[in-house]
């Protein structure tokens, strides 16, 4: 075997950092996906201007934990309320839409944004569900989850 056939040494491995992961490039989301995002979030910022306009403080948006996500975090007077917004083809869809699994993640979602905002006072909690349908005024409805 002559030396220049002998195979090559191995490529030196680059130093690991404890912590440190590379990063992996996400993949592009679906053009049907992007579009439902971006309705997301249309029908969010609806909800948002309809509950200004009946009086609430918009105190948190896409509220993310690790239990779920709260769309609208809202307030008026000593109540806050932990909205969920719908937005399907009809408003009778949207309503259908919010499942009881849902409903425990939105929960326990909140438990976590109370937690995180004790500064905020207030004596009743609630929560809402808005429904948002084209061609029609969204409608609220105040204490959807309650049974």
């Keep these: 075997m002559a030396k220049d056939d002998s195979p090559l040494p191995p490529l030196p491995r680059s130093p690991r950092v404890p912590g440190l992961r590379p990063k992996v ?13 971006n309705r997301g979030i249309s029908a969010e910022s609806l909800a948002a201007a309809w509950l200004i306009g ?7 948006r896409r509220f993310r934990s690790g239990a779920g996500e709260i769309d609208i975090v809202a307030g008026r007077r000593h109540t806050i309320v932990f ?7 009809t408003l009778d869809d949207a309503a259908e839409s919010v499942t009881p699994r849902q409903r425990g ?6 438990e976590i944004w109370l937690a995180q905002n004790p500064h905020v006072v207030f004596r009743d909690l609630r929560f809402d569900a808005i429904l948002i349908a084209p061609g029609k005024l969204p409608r609220h409805i105040q204490g959807a989850f309650e049974t």
Excluded at 105 to 110: D, E, V
């Design 25 to 37: 490039k996400k993949a592009e989301a679906s053009p049907e996906r992007q579009a439902a995002f």
């Design 105 to 110: 993640r939105i929960a326990a979602a909140a």
């Design 83 to 89: 909205v969920e917004v719908k937005a399907r083809a």
């Design 54 to 60: 009946k009086g609430y403080r918009i105190l948190s």
